[in-house]
């Protein structure tokens, strides 16, 4: 979760730093609807290719925003562990 301020810089960052290979995807995330803009978060996923320099270099931009961050497994581990929870 990321404020929705921050969210067009780490776009752009994830951009760069993938050379295009990579997809945010993102989703307005507001309980009350009277909060300040400054105060707007956004969830968001980044998808990429597989690749541990291009996994560090996405670490590395996302701890640099407030936040916690989150691993998926891999796709075909979702099954898997969707079955042991």
Request: hydrophobic share 40%; aromatic share 10%; glycine share 4%.
């Amino acid at each position: 979760m990321i404020n929705t301020e921050d969210l067009e810089r780490l776009q752009k960052l994830v951009f760069r730093a993938t050379k295009g290979k990579s997809f945010v995807f993102k989703q307005d995330y507001n309980l009350d609807q009277n909060v300040d803009v400054k105060e707007k978060k956004t969830v968001y996923i980044i998808m990429y290719w597989a690749g541990d320099s291009v996994r560090d270099r996405i670490h590395r931009i996302c701890d640099s925003f407030v936040g916690q961050r989150f691993e998926l497994p891999a796709l075909n581990d979702i099954s898997n562990h969707i079955q042991r929870m």
